[in-house]
């Protein structure tokens, strides 16, 4: 199974757009503390719109604990960043483990225990310049390489 993990999300919009994304795909939804907003925040509702309730999101109240939870279901971390050399077109999941796509939030991105965590499986989207800019919105990196991945393992459960 394919799990989408936002690291403190700050923005209420991008964590609403990524469960509607995750609840037609199929894929879970990990939110690790501490979070910007309220779960019940309206913005976050008016995003995912009525598939919000059809999500089952999995709060995890520190890194510490998400971590944890990966290792007790024998997952693999991949951590999506800007600091990676990799593009996120070769992250491997041609077996049948969980594996977890780590976003970092809208301000610092990934910690750098969550870094440490990943290893070699850090990845990143290939952008221009950054002179003005420095990375793609969160909703639409998680878009981006979700559906690379679900396009490269023939969009299992998919129509």
């Known amino acids: 199974m394919l799990h989408i993990v936002l690291f403190s999300p700050q923005i209420p919009p991008n964590t609403g757009n990524i469960g509607r994304m995750c609840t037609v795909t199929g894929c879970g939804l990990h939110l690790v503390e501490p979070i910007g907003f309220s779960l019940e925040e309206k913005q976050l509702r008016r995003a995912g719109l009525d598939y919000w309730q059809h999500l089952g999101v ?10 944890e939870y990966v290792q007790q279901r024998g997952g693999t971390l991949h951590g999506i960043t800007t600091k990676a050399d990799r593009p996120y077109t070769e992250i491997a999941v041609d077996d049948a483990r969980e594996h977890f796509v780590l976003f970092g939030n809208e301000v ?3 910690s750098d225990r969550l870094h440490q965590a990943c290893g070699e499986r850090r990845y990143r989207i290939p952008m221009g310049p950054a002179e003005y800019c420095r990375s793609l919105n969160l ?3 998680a878009a981006v390489v979700i559906y690379d991945i679900l396009r ?8």
Do not use: Y
């Open 58 to 67: 999995q709060l995890h109240q520190s890194e510490a604990a998400f971590l």
């Open 108 to 110: 610092a991105g990934l």
């Open 139 to 141: 909703a639409s990196s």
């Open 152 to 159: 490269r393992t023939g969009f299992p459960g998919m129509a």
